[in-house]
């Protein structure tokens, strides 16, 4: 049996013998939302897992990490509303860092 597994902008494959039980995981696929930034706002809204705005007023600084520009995350919709309700609890924006998660390669 051969697999095809994609790599950068091609694929690789492998040829795997014939017994081997091989199960193919595929991502679910997704619809975008028809309005980014309401729903962006709607999670900030709505934080999950306990998490409530009103109990980090105290807080000093932030610190944030974001994908760098190989992973296809949409910053333009998810950083200026982020940094906007830090602003709202009291975070200064010279008091916000940006780490940017860039793994194994520059």
């Known amino acids: 049996m051969e697999i095809r597994v994609p790599y950068g902008r091609s694929t690789i494959s492998a040829e795997l013998p014939d017994d081997l039980v091989v199960d193919v995981i595929e991502p679910a696929t997704a619809t975008a939302a028809p309005d980014p930034l309401a729903e962006v706002h709607r999670a900030l ?7 409530a705005w009103p109990t980090h007023r105290r807080a000093e600084s932030v610190a944030i990490a974001i994908n760098d520009r ?3 995350v949409p910053h ?3 950083l200026a509303p982020l940094v906007e ?8 924006d010279d008091a916000i860092t940006f780490h940017v998660a860039v793994g194994g390669h520059p």
Do not use: A, N, S
Not at 85 to 92: A, D, N, S
């Open 76 to 78: 333009e919709y998810l």
């Open 45 to 51: 809204d709505h934080p999950i897992g306990g998490f």
């Open 85 to 92: 309700r830090l602003g709202e609890v009291g975070i200064r």
């Open 70 to 72: 190989t992973r296809p």
